[in-house]
């Protein structure tokens, strides 16, 4: 996915913003190489806090004085008191202050060239009050939900077990008729038996019911660009504008001014989704903060985090105006500390990295093994691209082409996505679903999650010219997420001609290939009851009516919502749709080698990956028209057609051909 259309314009005024953010840190950094940099060790930079002290640690190189503030609370000004740090070993200061500091609020000042810097939360927060304004000492223990020693992570037996469901918080609960108490909070997901106006289970209930293994959060981290102060306003953002790493977003919690508040209420979200047998992934944003000047990093340590081109001014990789430095000693660790962190203390099972192709790979190996010691079971995965140019070697990048190198990490198919529905830079632009006879290798692609198989033809494939996945996990298979248009709406905007009973098969059939294919299929939410924002492409920042999941839908759309329940049970109860290695795909998957125009069929055959039945058909119909299909010899039962999925079967067929309905699945099996 390119994403820098949404990503260019968060920053308002990037562009003045960036040039006078250079002229003020490049004359701070003092020309001294950032490699030359001591670089800190321990684990405990930050505010440590006991009853009977706290410990704060802040690294600063650089700083000829740092200052300690502690407030009584959110808002009063002036500090209770003003601490001076000690200047302790490889850049860092830190100081112990002998008394209960819990609940109380804190900033850092830095003094740099006998200036003192604004004030600022440590990078490594964990707390903070109102719009990240202060930090705020906690004690973590108390903010554990009962029982919550009991959560745990949901197991995975393969990781290409996994079924995705993106999500964001306050899409999830804000419309009217959501059926929701805490609409638009973490508090949302805690609610069962929401329902519609008509009877059908919205909220958790719902996702829960559709059959997907893992929920996909978009960024659930404080983010700058919603004034939590403010809650009577009706604000939204996707929240790709990090400000503190570590701590919840406030505008999700019911208090935003106390930090405890906004921890406790998402360890009850992730618990509340973990009592459902089902896993949080949390969507991260390392890529880029949401500002450069007024960040915690920058009033930290000018420029280090950052990523400098050849001329010294800040590069732009991420259409932001300010890229991190991943391969700099601090930041990287700083990454693997907070993803660390997340796992640890919130029991976040996954993480979707924003703009992997910014990060270096070495950064994202180091990332994976850290996790996998924490749970064998994370998953992890991110955007193997970046949304410009980086003075990043190409070869060190964790881009796409390059996901073979990276470990226990997975990247998305765009090959697959712009196949099916056509370009995503191109809103008039088809794709099989929809009526591209011709992108039949980019659906074999991702059919076989970007691994290698013999019957490819790469030459064909448009993004990919050979495979890029060494294992299947490694490929996500989506057509669509929060970026661009809905499913729904790129259908109906490309495919003009097309009547609104044919967009809902469009729709169908597009989501029956993901959920059929090897690899790891991700939806997004509300594809399945057909959602629209009203032909909205890009809206980041536009209000609930257009980002909101209506949940009449539901109501109006039912038969679709079961259609996608039953090919995700039907992916979950034949193990023949989520085989663990490319060996197995490459002995047990075959194309059909006289496929016409608008058909792509294959077999799955010999029980693959153990599957109770011995051989499958699976064909997709592209054309309008409904099409005769040879079958291989013998006997088959139809299990899939236009209607969805009957496992018990829907009819015998012994004449070694079917009759397969235009813009639809189907598929059958032998004993």
Not at 103 to 109: A, E, K, L, V
Not at 578 to 603: H, V, W
């Amino acid at each position: 996915m390119r994403i820098f259309s949404r990503k260019f314009f968060i920053q308002h005024g990037s562009l003045v913003l960036l040039f006078f953010c250079t002229l003020h840190l490049s004359a701070q950094m003092q020309q001294i190489p950032f490699n030359n940099y001591p670089v800190y060790g321990g684990n405990d930079l930050g505010v440590n806090y006991s009853s009977e002290a706290t410990v704060f640690k802040i690294w600063s190189p650089m700083a000829e004085q740092v200052q300690l503030n502690i407030y009584e609370n959110d808002a009063t000004e002036p500090p209770i008191e003003k601490i001076n740090l000690n200047k302790s070993e490889n850049g860092v200061w830190e100081i112990k202050v002998n008394k209960n500091l819990i609940n109380n609020y804190y900033t850092f000042q830095i003094q740099l060239d006998k200036k003192w810097l604004p004030e600022t939360p440590d990078i490594y927060a964990k707390a903070v009050g109102t719009n990240g304004r202060r930090g705020m000492v906690v004690d973590l223990n108390k903010t554990n939900p009962e029982n919550w020693k009991n959560d745990a992570f949901i197991p995975v037996k393969n990781k290409t077990d996994i079924i995705l469901y993106e999500l964001h918080v306050r899409d999830f609960s804000i419309h009217q008729n959501s059926g929701m108490k805490n609409k638009g909070k973490f508090l949302a997901f805690t609610e069962t038996a929401s329902k519609t106006p008509a009877g059908n289970s919205t909220g958790l209930d719902h996702i829960k019911d559709l059959g997907v293994s893992h929920i996909h959060l978009l960024p659930a981290f404080d983010f700058n660009s919603v004034d939590e102060g403010k809650p009577e306003l009706k604000q939204y953002n996707w929240g790709y504008d990090p400000l503190h790493y570590n701590v919840p977003e406030g505008s999700y919690s019911t208090n935003p001014s106390d930090g405890n508040v906004r921890i406790r209420e998402f360890k009850q979200m992730v618990q509340a989704i973990h009592n459902k047998g089902l896993g949080v992934v949390l969507d991260v944003v390392y890529n880029h903060t949401s500002s450069l000047n007024d960040s915690p990093f920058s009033r930290s340590v000018p420029g280090y985090y950052y990523r400098q081109n050849a001329d010294g001014k800040f590069s732009d990789a991420t259409g932001c105006g300010n890229e991190t430095a991943s391969e700099r000693a601090m930041m990287q660790k700083y990454i693997i500390e907070s993803v660390c962190y997340w796992a640890q203390e919130y029991h976040i099972d996954g993480f979707r990295f924003d703009l992997m192709g910014v990060h270096d790979i070495e950064t994202m190996n180091l990332i994976s093994a850290a996790l996998h010691k924490i749970n064998p079971n994370v998953f992890i995965y991110g955007e193997g691209w970046t949304a410009g140019g980086s003075p990043l070697e190409e070869e060190k990048r964790a881009i796409k082409r390059l996901t073979y190198l990276l470990d226990n990490i997975a990247a998305f198919s765009d090959d697959m996505r712009d196949g099916v529905k056509g370009k995503w830079n191109d809103e008039h632009s088809v794709g099989f679903a929809s009526g591209n006879l011709e992108v039949a290798e980019d659906l074999k692609f991702g059919i076989v999650a970007a691994t290698q198989h013999s019957q490819i033809d790469y030459s064909k494939v448009s993004y990919s010219k050979k495979p890029w996945a060494k294992e299947p996990f490694q490929c996500i298979n989506y057509v669509s997420c929060h970026d661009n248009h809905t499913l729904y709406d790129k259908l109906k905007l490309s495919a003009k001609n097309a009547t609104e009973e044919e967009l809902i098969k469009m729709d169908k059939l597009s989501n029956a290939i993901v959920l059929t294919s090897q690899g790891v299929p991700f939806i997004h939410a509300g594809e399945e009851i057909i959602r629209t924002k009203n032909g909205v492409e890009n809206s980041y920042k536009s209000p609930d009516e257009i980002n909101e999941i209506n949940w009449l839908n539901k109501d109006k759309n039912i038969s679709v919502f079961n259609y996608y329940q039953s090919f995700i049970a039907l992916r979950k109860n034949h193990p023949a749709f989520r085989m663990p290695t490319n060996a197995m795909i490459q002995e047990c998957l075959q194309f059909s080698k006289k496929d016409e125009p608008g058909i792509i069929s294959y077999q799955l055959i010999n029980h693959a990956n153990g599957d109770k039945w011995k051989n499958i058909f699976v064909v997709f119909n592209g054309n309008k028209e409904n099409k005769s299909i040879e079958l291989p010899a013998g006997k088959w039962t139809l299990v899939a057609n236009e209607t969805g999925v009957n496992e018990k079967g829907v009819k015998t067929i012994t004449d070694n051909k079917i009759n397969v309905a235009g813009i639809s699945a189907y598929i059958l099996f032998q004993e």
